[in-house]
């Protein structure tokens, strides 16, 4: 059983929109700060819309911020991307982390490379075309 899936991902037209989906299983989302995060080729991952169901903080990063939204319902996460642009051409991937650490979701994302997540997806293209 993988614990995370994520789906959604696909071809689009610059301006147009996507929703990725991640499904948990094993385990109760609510539990854990969920991440998305993308790595486009020759680049190291980032961390892209982070969120936690405790307190309903959101985190974007500045190069999604008014375009993307990340949401959950039960023990799925979503990302909604509009506005798709070329530069958004990437696998996705969403992370879970345990919320009782208290990490704040700010760090989940900025803080990629230095925290060991306790849950990866397998992640799911997204290109855009110009």
């Known amino acids: 059983q993988v614990p995370l899936v994520e789906s959604g991902g696909g071809l689009v037209q610059s301006g147009g929109s996507l929703r990725l989906s991640c499904v948990a299983s094993?385990?109760?989302?609510?539990?854990?700060?969920i991440g998305w995060f993308r790595q486009a080729p020759g680049k190291e991952r980032e961390g892209v819309s982070c969120?936690?169901?405790?307190?309903?903080s959101t985190y974007y990063a500045d190069s999604v911020k008014g375009r993307f939204t990340i949401s959950r319902d039960k023990n799925t996460a979503y990302l909604q991307m509009s506005s798709l642009k070329p530069e958004d051409t990437a696998v996705y991937y969403c992370?879970?982390?345990?919320?009782?650490?208290?990490?704040?979701?700010?760090?989940?994302?900025?803080?990629?490379?230095?925290?060991?997540?306790?849950?990866w997806g397998q992640g799911t293209q997204v290109t855009v075309s110009s």
């Open positions: 969120g936690s169901s405790s307190d309903g």
């Open positions: 094993g385990f109760t989302l609510d539990d854990y700060l």
């Open positions: 992370g879970a982390f345990a919320a009782s650490t208290g990490l704040a979701v700010q760090a989940l994302c900025t803080m990629t490379s230095m925290i060991t997540y306790d849950y």
